[in-house]
């Protein structure tokens, strides 16, 4: 496999299509997030590749029989990729309703003024 179609960059252009058919643009944010996941999933995939090579199983200067470390890396590295896929903003943000934000407007200022009051009598 070349690095032009590594599994990260596969999944990358896969969440990034999807985006596109839901009409989403990836924000500065989401495309970091890319890039971290694009390392992620080819350091997964190396992992897994290690793991099925070597085995499962090795066994130590003991004679014990213990798990490869490489499946432990496996498990994490999984669970990095799925909390920073997740992280990626796949929704349409709503738009903020100009009568609420009016309104926290004055809640707000109506408070700076108590505040300042406060400060001012004391």
């Known amino acids: 496999m070349s ?3 590594s599994p990260g960059r596969v999944l990358v ?4 299509d999807d985006m596109a058919r839901r009409n989403l643009e990836p924000t500065a944010k989401d495309h970091e997030l ?3 996941a694009e390392g992620l999933a080819d350091q997964l995939d190396k992992l897994k590749a290690s ?6 199983t ?3 200067f003991s004679g014990s029989v213990v798990i490869n470390p490489a499946v432990a890396a ?8 799925a909390k920073v896929i997740g992280q990626v903003e796949m929704t349409e943000l709503p738009a903020k309703d100009p009568v609420k934000q009016r309104a926290a407007r004055t809640r707000w200022a109506a408070h700076n003024i108590a505040k300042q009051r406060w400060e001012d009598a004391r």
């Open 13 to 16: 252009k896969r969440i990034i």
């Open 58 to 60: 090795t066994v130590i």
């Open 34 to 36: 890319l890039a971290l």
């Open 74 to 81: 496996v498990n994490s590295t999984t669970l990095a990729l």
């Open 3 to 5: 690095s032009k179609d």
């Open 51 to 56: 793991a099925a090579a070597n085995g499962y």
